[in-house]
């Protein structure tokens, strides 16, 4: 079987240190082209990471090179002018999250996308770390058999911390200027104020409102935003309660994000390492406490592999077809509609 070719369009830092150090060493798969305007910048990662062929721009090295996918880890702020135009030549796409920065840029984007002919999975890591795509299997089993009783509520935490976790240490800088693209237009329907929010809220939090959806494994709908701006509660499709509490406390230099599904018998409990963190799989732990039965918590454990790295691995077996992408463009904007509801809903709070 032949590689997966893959091209970077942009190797700032979450394109070097998320993404480039980990394609760079996936069997089956190959970096043979990078587009970076800078060219120093270009030079020093094409020669620490092996990729043989550096271009100033993306339609330059998609023209001359048999590329079989796309990684563009852009400011989601510029994902409407940066990355939609790339959708004309029917790539698969990799950014980093959300998938826009408003609903509207995200609605013309999946136009865009249908018209090309592809697919843009949009990195939610977190449904890529091995306790997280664990735990979803093991919620979506006891939903099934309903031996722990009915789903009854589901909580995610992400208190403010060091998300880094050293993880930039072996960053390659520059002293080139980063080029100035002026970003995508503000969304229509919000004043200069409330975009501002909007946007720090999507910055911030996307990632958890996915992964709230990932694990009520259903659509929800905002139903509370406290007017602290510390928790947004939910209420699923079917009618489960959740809650998504934002940043409750903070840390220095741990992170301490986390997620409970409960059940009537039990629970399904994650604990997240920080994101940009080497070799760190999340943690699990399930609680079994039937009427009559002993109790019992288990706690798997996960293979050495960070959600970053497993990202990488899904992306190239999805253009191979093994599989299906963790969370396409059509889903992604889902979250900015989540987003803004809850911004409006904040605003009258």
């Known amino acids: 079987m032949r590689s997966v070719r893959i091209g970077f369009v942009g190797v700032g830092n979450m394109g070097q240190c998320a993404h480039l150090r980990n394609y760079g060493s996936i069997p089956g798969c190959e970096v043979v082209a990078l587009a970076e305007p800078r060219p120093e910048l270009a030079k020093k990662v094409a020669a620490r990471y092996g990729v043989p062929n550096v271009y100033p721009d993306a339609d330059s090295m998609i023209t001359a090179e048999s590329l079989d996918g ?3 880890a852009q400011p989601f702020e510029r994902h ?8 004309q030549y029917g790539l698969p796409i990799l950014t980093e999250k959300p998938l826009a920065s408003s609903v509207e840029v995200g609605e013309q984007m999946r136009d865009s996308l249908r018209e090309g002919g592809s697919w843009h999975m949009v990195g939610y890591h977190k449904r890529s770390d091995p306790a997280i795509e664990y735990a979803k299997a093991e919620i979506d089993r006891l939903k099934s058999t309903g031996e722990l009783g009915k789903l009854r509520y589901i909580r995610v935490s992400m208190p403010e911390g060091d998300w880094i976790a050293s993880g930039f240490t072996d960053l390659i800088r520059s002293d080139e200027p980063t080029p100035q693209i002026p970003p995508d237009p503000p969304a229509t329907d919000m004043d200069a104020e409330t975009f501002s929010k909007y946007v720090a809220f999507v910055n911030y939090y996307i990632h958890q409102v996915n992964l709230l959806r990932f694990l009520f494994g259903e659509p929800y709908k905002v139903t509370f935003a406290d007017p602290a701006g510390i928790l947004m509660a939910v209420e699923s499709q079917s009618g ?3 809650a998504l509490e934002m940043s409750p406390y903070k840390t220095t230099i741990h992170w301490q994000e986390s997620a409970l599904v409960a059940f009537e018998w039990g629970y399904v409990k994650i604990d997240l390492p920080a994101p ?20 019992e918590t288990i706690t798997p454990q996960m293979p050495w592999v960070h959600a970053m790295r497993r990202q990488a691995e899904n992306f190239v077996a ?11 463009a059509t889903e992604a904007l889902q979250d900015l509609r989540i987003a803004r509801d809850y911004i409006r809903m904040l605003k009258q709070a």
């Open 240 to 242: 489960v309660p959740g």
């Open 276 to 295: 940009v963190a080497l070799n760190r799989p999340g943690r699990v732990e399930i609680l079994r406490d039937l009427p009559g039965e002993v109790p």
């Open 318 to 328: 999805s253009i191979r077809g093994d599989r299906k992408p963790p969370c396409e």
């Open 70 to 72: 796309l990684v563009a």
């Open 80 to 87: 409407g002018t940066i990355v939609r135009p790339l959708y």
